[in-house]
């Protein structure tokens, strides 16, 4: 089966890996010449909204699935008018806008922080007036790895925000001093069969995802895919969601989603029956979900900017490197470490030995 992908970057290179058993192609379109998962894959080079760039892809492939949300809702039109598209325009639209997401949480009686659009100064102001402080402030799209985003803690910090943060439309929310975060991963097929994933337990430094620890037997885990599962089925969704919430005193809030694989679910490759990736390829292509149990204690390190000495990684137990065959830079995810093990104290060692040979600039 041949297989677009809008997006040509680690988690489009992961997803072609995860379909060369199953004897998928993939075809990555993405403006980058040097875009990552072309190692793995086909690439059509130029901008996501190149009609030609756009029929020539759907030429190439069966059909056509994502790797990032922010595609412009035209190129997704483009391509549903020719061939299947995974998952649907109406889930990209609404996941692109944190407005539209927060009213689709809101719908299905799914808990949020207090919200406010955002569309002038003078409505910054009255949102501060209605939620409080203190909050934070974020562009409804186009925002990731916490780019795009401010926390208002006094009035001094309300003041010339929405010009600071390139005069387009905002959402305002209430801050959540949160216990800790958790993402809740599930897929759904076409045939509207699911399956979720265990709550992985999130820790971000300077809004960047640091760790993602697989939790056990989570008291909020059917809460948690409850609404996931609630979520896919008001959008009609097929594919991998992902799920960001926030805890607080026992108590789930919703956070975010992302309709597509995700960074917190990179542990599923080496530490799940079924990775996401396949999940992903299994449920656009109509075939069985793969199971999601976790095979024993599973963690996950980005690597951040540096990549630490490859070999130093390598010689470790319990421990899978990737490397993105990305350049370094500031900022820039350019591999993961995942620590798996059925032995309590082998994987608190690997992990503790991983914690150290990190360079990150978030360690
Ligand atoms: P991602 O890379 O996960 O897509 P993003 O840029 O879309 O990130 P969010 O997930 O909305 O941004 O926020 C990034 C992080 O900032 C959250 O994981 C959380 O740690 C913190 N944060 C966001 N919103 C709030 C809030 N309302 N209250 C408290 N902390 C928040
Ligand atoms: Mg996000
Ligand atoms: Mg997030």
């Known amino acids: 089966m041949k297989i677009g992908v809008v997006g040509g970057g680690q988690l489009g290179r992961m997803m072609a890996l995860a379909g060369t058993p199953l004897a998928m192609r993939l075809t990555f379109l993405d403006p980058a010449a040097d875009a990552c998962a072309a190692h ?10 190149d009609p030609a760039a756009i029929d020539a892809l759907t030429d190439a492939v069966d059909l056509v699935t994502f790797e990032f949300e922010s595609v412009p809702p035209e190129t997704v039109e483009r391509i549903a008018a020719r061939l299947p598209v995974y998952p649907n325009a109406k889930a990209l639209r609404i996941a692109r806008d944190r407005w539209f997401e927060k009213s689709l949480f809101k719908d299905n009686a799914i808990p949020i922080a207090p919200v406010f659009p955002v569309d002038c100064q003078q409505d910054l102001e009255d949102g501060v007036q209605h939620i409080g402080l203190p909050a934070v402030v974020k562009t409804r799209t186009l925002g990731y790895d916490g780019k795009g985003q401010k926390r208002l803690m006094t009035a001094a910090d309300v003041a010339g925000t929405f010009a600071e943060l390139g005069s387009v439309p905002l ?4 801050f ?33 995802l640091y760790r993602s620890v697989v939790t056990e037997a989570h008291p909020l885990q059917q809460q948690a895919e409850d609404y996931v599962h609630k979520a896919m089925d008001a959008l009609g969704y097929v594919g991998v969601l992902t799920f960001e919430f926030f805890v607080k005193e026992d108590q789930l809030i919703a956070n ?85 093990s059925t032995d309590q104290n082998r994987f608190n060692q690997a992990c503790q030995q991983v914690e150290q040979m990190l360079v990150n600039e978030l360690s």
């Not at 959402?171 to 209430?174: F, H, V």
């Not at 959540?176 to 759904?188: A, L, P, T």
């Not at 490759?269 to 079924?274: K, L």
């Not at 990684?313 to 995942?338: D, F, Q």
């Open 40 to 49: 793995v894959g086909d690439l059509v080079n130029a901008a996501y909204d």
């Open 171 to 174: 959402i305002l929310e209430g």
């Open 176 to 208: 959540i001093d949160f216990d800790y975060e958790v993402s809740c991963i599930g897929v759904r097929g076409r045939d509207g069969q699911t399956a979720f994933y265990p709550l992985i337990h999130n820790e971000h430094r300077q809004g960047v």
């Open 256 to 340: 975010e989603i992302a309709p597509r694989v995700h960074n917190s679910g990179h542990w599923t490759i080496e530490g799940a029956e079924t990775s996401q990736f396949e999940n992903h390829l299994r449920a656009i292509a109509d075939m069985p979900l793969g199971s999601t149990h976790r095979l024993g204690h599973v963690a996950m390190y980005n690597i951040i900017g540096r990549m630490p000495d490859m070999n130093a990684v390598l010689s470790l137990p319990a421990v899978n490197l990737h490397s993105y065959a990305k350049s370094e830079k500031p900022g820039r995810k350019i591999g993961h470490i995942t620590v798996h």
